[in-house]
C-alpha cells in the first residue's frame, strides 16, 4: 500500500463519514488509533511518541476534539501521518505481521542506568534560541512588523505557527531553514558535556524536553552527531507539509498556571518519571536538569534533594530559583548548580558518580 493510501485510511478511519470505526466517539477512534500506532511503530518510536503521546494522551477526550476540529483536515493528516504511516486494520480486516514488526514489538526495555538526566535546548544546548535563529532565512532576515504585533505572551507556540506559516508563504525552504538551525552554535561547554555522557552509557539515561520543535532540534542534533544520545525527545511536533510549509503543534494540554498553553515541562518530567519508575521496578538513584529557561524552573520543583538543578547562570531559571530559595525555601528540595559552561556540569556529574 502507498504511503499516500495508508494516510488516506488513517484520514477515513478517523473523520470519514463511513469510517467503520463509526460506532466510536472520535475520542475513542483517536485512543484505538493511537494505541495501535505505538505497537506497531517501534521502529519510530520517539517521533510517534512524541505525537501520540504529546498531542492526544495528555489531553481529556474533549481537548482532543478540539485540536483536531481546530486543525484543517489536511493539516491535520500531515501531523499525523508523516509519524503514524502504517495504519491499523478497520475491524473486520485482518491483516498478517511482518516477523520483524514482531520482533519490534518485543524489543527489549531501556537498560537500568542510576541517573537520568533531562536536557532544555535553546540557550541550554544551543546559545540561541532556535524560534529566533529561523527569523534569519525569513526575507531580509526579519520579520514584519504586523507579525511580531500577533503575539501574545502565554502563547507562543502559536505565534511560531504564524511565522512559519509566513515565511512558506514567502518561499523559505526546508533546505534554508535546516541551513540556518544548523549553523547555530552550542552553548559553551555542551559538546565537552556531550562527550563525558558518551563515554559513561551505563550511568547515564538522557532525555530532551524541550519548547522548541522536533524539527530543528532533531536537524541540529544530527548535525553534531547527537542524536543518538538521548533516549527521548519531548517536544512541540513539527514536519514539512506538501506544499513545504513546516507545520507545527502544541505538545499536549494542561492546566499548570506558571507554563505557557501549549507545554508544560513539570507535567513532562513527572510523569516520565513516574512510566519509568514503574518499568525499572525503582526509581532513579538521582535526577539532573540542566535549563535555562523560566519554563525550566516548574519541572526543577518536583526534583528530589538527592537531585540536581543545574541553572544557567543569570539566566531565567536561576533567577527563579534563588528567589523560590529566599522566599520560600521550604518549596524548593533539589540542590541548585549554576553553570555559566557545560565543564561546570561534567565536575559535578563526575561528583556523583564517583560518591555512589
Ligand atoms: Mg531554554
Ligand atoms: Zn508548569
Known amino acids: 500500500m502507498s504511503l499516500h493510501k495508508r494516510r488516506a485510511t488513517w484520514v477515513r478511519l478517523l473523520i470519514g463519514r463511513r469510517s467503520p470505526w463509526a460506532q466510536f466517539p472520535i475520542g475513542q477512534r483517536f485512543q484505538m488509533l493511537s494505541t495501535i500506532g505505538r505497537c506497531r511503530l517501534n521502529r519510530d518510536q520517539e517521533r510517534n511518541e512524541s505525537f501520540s503521546k504529546g498531542l492526544l494522551q495528555g489531553s481529556t477526550v474533549n481537548q482532543r476534539i478540539h485540536v483536531l476540529s481546530a486543525a484543517r483536515a489536511r493539516d491535520m493528516k500531515d501531523y499525523m501521518f508523516n509519524c503514524c504511516f502504517l495504519p491499523p486494520p478497520p475491524p473486520g480486516e485482518v491483516e498478517v505481521e511482518p516477523s520483524s514488526r514482531r520482533r519490534g514489538n518485543m524489543a527489549a526495555a531501556p537498560p537500568k542506568k542510576p541517573f537520568l538526566i533531562f536536557f532544555d535546548f535553546d540557550e541550554t544546548i544551543v546559545d540561541e534560541s532556535s524560534d529566533d535563529v529561523v527569523v534569519q532565512a525569513a526575507p531580509g532576515q526579519q520579520l514584519p512588523g504586523w507579525l511580531k504585533d500577533t503575539y501574545q505572551p502565554g502563547h507562543y507556540n502559536e505565534y511560531m505557527q504564524r511565522v512559519l506559516a509566513y515565511m512558506a508563504e514567502k518561499g523559505v525552504t526546508e533546505q534554508a531553514i535546516r541551513t540556518v538551525i544548523e549553523k547555530i552554535p552550542a552553548s559553551p561547554g555542551i559538546l565537552a558535556l ?43 511536533p513539527a514536519s514539512f507539509n506538501e506544499d513545504g510549509r513546516l507545520l507545527l503543534g502544541p505538545y499536549h494540554a494542561h492546566v499548570c498556571p506558571r507554563c505557557p498553553e501549549n507545554m508544560c515541562k513539570q507535567v513532562i518530567v513527572r510523569d516520565y518519571l513516574a512510566r519509568r519508575t514503574q518499568e525499572r521496578g525503582h526509581p532513579f538513584q538521582r535526577v539532573f536538569y540542566v535549563g535555562d529557561g523560566a519554563n525550566d524552573f516548574c519541572p526543577s520543583l518536583i526534583l528530589g534533594p538527592r537531585d540536581t538543578a543545574f541553572a544557567r547562570q543569570d539566566y531565567p531559571m536561576h533567577k527563579l530559583i534563588v528567589e523560590k530559595m529566599t522566599t520560600q525555601p521550604d518549596d524548593f528540595k533539589a540542590i541548585m548548580v549554576p553553570w555559566a559552561s557545560g565543564e561546570d556540569v561534567v565536575a559535578r556529574l563526575k561528583k556523583v558518580v564517583a560518591e555512589r
Open 194 to 236: 556531550f562527550q563525558y555522557l558518551r563515554t559513561r552509557p551505563q550511568d547515564f539515561e538522557i532525555v530532551l524536553v524541550s519548547d522548541a520543535n522536533m524539527f530543528f532540534i532533531e536537524t541540529w542534533l544530527r548535525r553534531m552527531g547527537a542524536r543518538q544520545l538521548f533516549l527521548k525527545i519531548f517536544t512541540n
